[in-house]
């Protein structure tokens, strides 16, 4: 089987930025949830009531382009007055509850905070120091059920230590804080990053998620719900179930795509050179 990963069709990526107002201080981009920017770029608020996140959509990574790629373009089009990666400028207290108070609450992030708390205790806290760390995501568009899908995604997870610590260093980057995130135990080690997990075939990763119960179910409403019942696997076929399992790329079935998720926050025109 060849694949090269340059010729296959990326559906788009995702960039994670803190609103910060001109002394420093982090903004609340609520505002900001839902626009659109004028190349067609997506702008949703992200788990940090002071972070947004750019969807970016395009065909393949050599042409790759947008206007969100400039950072004065994409201030002066959201009217913010900085806009920071790859760490908030935040100084305070650590603890999980005075981390709490940044994350955005709503019916999904309330969930995942909750879940974290059943499933390891006082270590669930931890899952807080997510509110402090921009990262980004790059989305290639392939059948997730085929065996090149499931190459694709083995090689990124194998790869992506080096790819990181190199962005980390092409651009001198301090990615320590986001890269420690899974040292901290708040979930089960399984379900974050585990760097050259490889699978035969997409049914034996479909196995291997399925040995955890599920961290999050959703509801008749499509609310999430924090899983109480052990018996219920997780089934990363169902995205929320995928979107508790935090793999360093994992399966997307539901977009049609295969997720690299270990690259730290960066500025737009950064991460336009690294796609």
Same mark, same amino acid.
């Given at each position: 089987?060849? #694949?090269?990963?340059?010729?296959?069709?990326?559906?788009?990526?995702?960039?994670?930025? +803190?609103?910060?107002?001109?002394?420093?201080?982090?903004?609340?981009?609520?505002? +900001?949830?839902?626009?659109?920017?004028?190349?067609?770029?997506?702008?949703?608020?992200?788990?940090?009531?002071?972070?947004?996140?750019?969807? +970016?959509?395009?065909?393949? %990574?050599?042409?790759?382009?947008?206007?969100?790629?400039?950072?004065?373009?994409?201030?002066?089009?959201?009217?913010?007055?900085?806009?920071?990666?790859?760490?908030?400028?935040?100084?305070?207290?650590?603890?999980?509850?005075?981390?709490?108070?940044?994350?955005?609450?709503?019916?999904?992030?309330?969930?995942?905070?909750? %879940?974290?708390?059943?499933?390891?205790?006082?270590?669930?806290?931890?899952?807080?120091?997510?509110?402090?760390?921009?990262?980004?995501?790059?989305?290639?568009?392939?059948?997730?059920?085929?065996?090149?899908?499931? $190459?694709?995604?083995?090689?990124?997870? $194998?790869?992506?230590?080096?790819?990181?610590?190199?962005?980390?260093?092409?651009?001198?980057?301090?990615?320590?804080?986001?890269?420690?995130?899974?040292? #901290?135990?708040?979930?089960?080690?399984?379900?974050?990053?585990?760097?050259?997990?490889?699978?035969?075939?997409?049914?034996? %990763?479909?196995?291997?998620?399925?040995? #955890?119960?599920?961290?999050?179910?959703?509801?008749?409403?499509?609310?999430?719900?924090?899983?109480?019942?052990?018996?219920?696997?997780?089934?990363?076929?169902?995205?929320?179930?995928?979107?508790?399992?935090?793999?360093? %790329?994992? +399966?997307?079935?539901? $977009?049609?795509?295969?997720?690299?998720?270990?690259?730290?926050?960066? $500025?737009?025109?950064?991460?336009?050179?690294?796609?």
């Amino acid at each position: 089987m060849n #694949l090269a990963v340059a010729e296959v069709p990326t559906h788009g990526a995702e960039q994670e930025l +803190f609103g910060v107002d001109d002394i420093g201080r982090l903004i609340d981009m609520k505002e +900001f949830d839902g626009a659109v920017l004028t190349d067609g770029s997506s702008v949703t608020q992200d788990a940090a009531w002071s972070s947004l996140e750019v969807n +970016f959509k395009y065909g393949t %990574a050599d042409v790759a382009s947008s206007q969100a790629d400039d950072l004065i373009h994409l201030v002066r089009e959201l009217g913010v007055p900085v806009l920071w990666g790859p760490r908030a400028p935040y100084s305070g207290p650590m603890d999980g509850e005075s981390l709490r108070k940044l994350w955005r609450s709503n019916q999904r992030y309330d969930a995942i905070w909750a %879940a974290a708390a059943h499933e390891m205790g006082e270590h669930g806290g931890n899952v807080g120091v997510f509110a402090l760390y921009a990262s980004c995501q790059v989305h290639w568009g392939l059948n997730t059920r085929s065996q090149e899908a499931v $190459l694709l995604r083995n090689v990124m997870e $194998l790869l992506g230590p080096m790819i990181y610590h190199n962005t980390c260093n092409r651009y001198s980057i301090d990615g320590r804080g986001h890269s420690s995130i899974w040292s #901290l135990g708040w979930v089960d080690v399984r379900r974050g990053p585990l760097w050259g997990r490889w699978h035969e075939s997409r049914a034996a %990763a479909d196995q291997q998620a399925a040995e #955890l119960p599920a961290l999050i179910v959703v509801d008749e409403r499509g609310d999430w719900q924090v899983n109480q019942d052990s018996t219920i696997r997780c089934d990363i076929t169902q995205r929320a179930h995928a979107g508790t399992t935090w793999w360093g %790329a994992r +399966f997307q079935d539901e $977009l049609g795509t295969i997720e690299y998720r270990m690259l730290p926050g960066m $500025l737009p025109w950064q991460f336009a050179e690294v796609r």
